[in-house]
């Protein structure tokens, strides 16, 4: 079972600055770790890498194939409206 968080990012890439909002799974009864931020970024089409554990800040891995300079966590809140335990099954 997992839970459900949404984060809000700075995306800071050559063009410009930009806010975006990524959804983050975590296990149940614990706050999302720096592996399932990784995850989700991951999910979207960025290889990225921590490289400032205070700022929460990932870096691409391979800078010179991406437009993309870096990635900052800015917040993240919990989903309490999220059940990953729920039965897609009609009671009958």
Known sequence: ???RYYTTV???DRY???IKE???YAE???KPTIGDFT???RKAGLDVDI???ISMTFKPRKPENTPLKSLRIIRTLHDHTYNS????????
Do not use: P, Q
């Open 16 to 18: 410009g600055r930009t």
């Open 85 to 92: 335990s729920k039965s897609t099954k009609a009671i009958v």
């Open 51 to 53: 490289s400032d554990f």
């Open 22 to 24: 990524f959804t983050v």
């Open 39 to 41: 995850e989700a970024f």
């Open 28 to 30: 149940l009864g614990k």
């Open 10 to 12: 700075e995306h800071i």
């Open 1 to 3: 079972m997992r839970e």
